[in-house]
């Protein structure tokens, strides 16, 4: 029985966070064990370039991406695992696309305008950071997606306008061109949204660094954020987001890693204070990534391993993504 093909990719660009880990890679690792999907997950170093970054640091973070999937759980004989850049057939894919694409369509992204302000805000002069590739973003994820075929695509419900825009774009090229691609559907993902500990009013960001739970952070530097993590006025751990927005940020944290609902977080903590909390959520994050921790450092002392990972799956990629292009080269008459 043939499975359905199911895709997603990360950016690699800097260090993974907790609200990385819960957004997307916890659920990568579940659906390739569900049995249920042929899984490709890639490293997305080509959108990341529409951030400014260092030329010099860009390969370490690919192959500590690439590290990470592995540490985490992802398996090469389950899943293809590559490098979207060793690929080229996606650009060529995002470039006919390109043509398909409505201006308007692509001018009323909503992430484009927050990625846009953002860049702006970060250089103090907007015309330097905010680029092209920033505004056809979208083409791009939509080349990386129906280059595979696939008939689902993890999302959280950021990415649906993307992803719909990706279906608009298959439905106009087959209508033009015949049958090609499939319309994926979305497979949603419960994401908590995990804001920062430093400042519970802002989400969970790398560009700050001391509201981060890194996963590669060691006990004794979760041990020390956490301590110094925002709570709110009173002692007692309850949620409640208006009212207590910094503990209940911890308690969204503590049971999405334990698997426990709420309710029966605050059962257990009742009558504790926040010092007490915040010291066994430690030992909880701690603990949960202490195999990865090992595993991680060991892949990034011999990257070998991870090396090979990625020429292996950029061959099976390159197999589905010639073929695909080739039947659109055809379709749109650049055959001869």
Sequence with gaps: MVKPILISGIQPSGKLHLGNYLGALKNFVELQHSGKYDCIFFIADLHSLTETYDPETKPGQILDLAASYLALGLDPKKSTIFVQSQV????????????????????RMTQFKDKAESQAC?????????????????????????????QFV?????????????????RKFNSRYGETFLEPKPLMTAVPRLMSIADPMKKMSKSQPDGCLFIDDEPAAIEAKLKRAVTDSGNEVK????QKPGISNLLRIMSALSGKPIPELEKAFAGENYSEFKHALADLV???????RKKYAALIKNPAPVKRTLASGQKKAAKLATAKIAEVKKKIGLVF
């Design 239 to 242: 949620y409640d987001e208006k």
């Design 154 to 170: 993890p999302v959280g419900e950021d990415q649906l306008q993307h992803l719909e825009l990706t279906r608009t774009l298959a």
């Design 286 to 292: 701690a603990d949960h990534f202490a195999a990865y």
């Design 88 to 107: 080229p057939q996606t650009t060529e894919l995002a470039w006919i696309l390109g043509t398909l694409t409505p201006f308007g369509e692509l001018r």
């Design 122 to 150: 970060l250089s103090g002069r907007q015309e330097e950071n905010v680029n092209v590739g920033l505004f056809t973003y979208p083409v791009l994820m939509a080349a990386d997606i129906l280059l595979y075929h696939p």
